[in-house]
């Protein structure tokens, strides 16, 4: 099985991974003609061979045109970026991940300023420059074809970066965001070694985060940064091979995760309480909150309530079940997760957009369903049954 691992010891940029995908193999003049598709025009492609502390390898630089500048850093929202994509001529798996990848940022741009996705714009990622590192990424990612994408822990640097809204603390908001769940290291240097763009590409691609991957190591390859520190600033990138028996193992074993579940039961709380009292959960991170009737002692009818939430949130979750119910006392019990590795794309119907959730077992589709909350507001505003929604959006899937 074909596999590409990317050795993130010195983080991942847009560009670095365009070096580094082009070091590997991937034709340039084939990357830049399939971006020609897009339409998007003031900018060029330069590639070049630079060295860092002694590593030679790829370097990209996306030259933009100082006469047409007022269009490169356009604050576009993921609908606008969407729409460039799907009116190119790119092949449809390179559209899907691209707007995957897209998506990752956009989630986390949502999240980190209280926002609908759809209300988000896009700054430093809505410009020319970064449109062309992820469409790249997708285009070159194709291009070679592997089955697998795997990734060390991430460097994230220190320090501060000025980004749009002003200069914050290294890793960016969004870049902690969207590497939630993700191993990661900083401090190698004092500056940002993992930008928002490079963070997405990772997210949306890679299979597993891991030091321990064993494979045989066909090429290797350096995507040159534009920093000249104290340790390279390249990301390497193995193109490799390991036998499914491997693959499947380490699969099974990523789907496994420790959790906590928090339990108590209630017999004595006014109903309307509870709806606040799970929203709470939710919103604090729980992975799941749900009611159990029960018969307690003396036959009295009562609710069994049951957090479930990762190790980290058991003290922030238990206290608000102590606040906000009338149990005098929480259990609790560690427990396994068996989860499906997912992804999140948007398709355009023709009622409105619609985020899909897909669900992989080892690699495999096995999973494809729209969100609710999309199906249920196109069917207030048009007036519609949802059933109509969901119907127009399983048949763009099948």
Request: glycine share 6%; hydrophobic share 40%.
């Amino acid at each position: 099985m074909k596999i590409l691992y990317y050795d993130c010891f010195s983080g991942i940029s847009g560009d670095m991974n365009l070096g580094a995908l082009i070091d590997l193999g991937v034709n340039k003049d084939y990357i830049i003609n399939e971006l020609s598709k897009l339409n998007i025009a003031g900018y060029k492609i330069e590639v070049s061979t630079d060295n860092r502390k002694g590593i030679t390898g790829t370097r990209v630089d996306v030259m933009l045109d100082t006469a047409d500048s007022h269009h490169h850093h356009e604050h576009r929202n993921l609908k606008d970026i969407e729409t460039i994509i799907d009116n190119s001529l790119l092949s449809d798996k390179v559209k899907s991940l691209s707007k995957n990848i897209f998506l990752k940022v956009a989630e986390a741009e949502a999240k980190v300023h209280g926002k609908p996705i759809k209300e988000v714009h896009f700054h430093e990622v809505g410009a020319v420059d970064s449109i062309v590192d992820i469409v790249g990424a997708a285009i070159a990612l194709d291009y070679l074809k592997v089955h697998k994408i795997f990734a060390s822990p991430v460097e994230l640097g220190g320090g501060f970066v000025k980004c749009a809204h002003g200069i914050f603390p290294v890793p960016a908001p969004a870049t902690s965001e969207i590497l939630k769940n993700v191993p990661v290291k900083m401090g190698a240097v004092n500056f940002e070694t993992t930008t928002p763009t490079g963070a997405a590409i990772l997210a949306a691609t890679v299979s597993e985060f891991t030091e321990k991957m064993e494979f045989k190591i066909n090429k290797v390859s350096y995507g040159i940064g534009h920093r000249d520190t104290e340790i390279p600033n390249v990301l390497r990138v193995y193109l490799g091979e390991i036998n499914d028996g491997t693959i499947h193992k380490k699969s099974i074993e990523k789907d496994l995760e420790e959790a906590v579940i928090i339990e108590c039961n209630i017999d004595d709380m006014n109903p309307e309480l509870y709806d606040y009292t799970i929203e709470r959960l939710f919103s604090s991170g729980a992975m799941d909150v749900f009611l159990t009737p029960i018969i307690m002692k003396k036959g009295r009818p009562g609710i069994k309530l049951t957090v479930l939430c990762s190790e980290s949130l058991e003290l922030d979750l238990t206290n608000i079940m102590l606040r906000e119910t009338t149990t005098l006392g929480v259990r609790k019990y560690l427990t396994q997760k068996t989860m499906l590795k997912r992804e999140g794309s948007t398709i355009n119907t023709k009622y409105g957009e619609v985020r899909i959730k897909t669900s992989f077992l080892n690699g495999e589709i096995i999973k494809v369903k729209p969100e609710y909350e999309d199906c249920k507001r196109i069917a207030y505003e048009k007036n519609m049954p949802i059933s109509t929604i969901y119907e127009e959006v399983n048949k763009q899937l099948s």
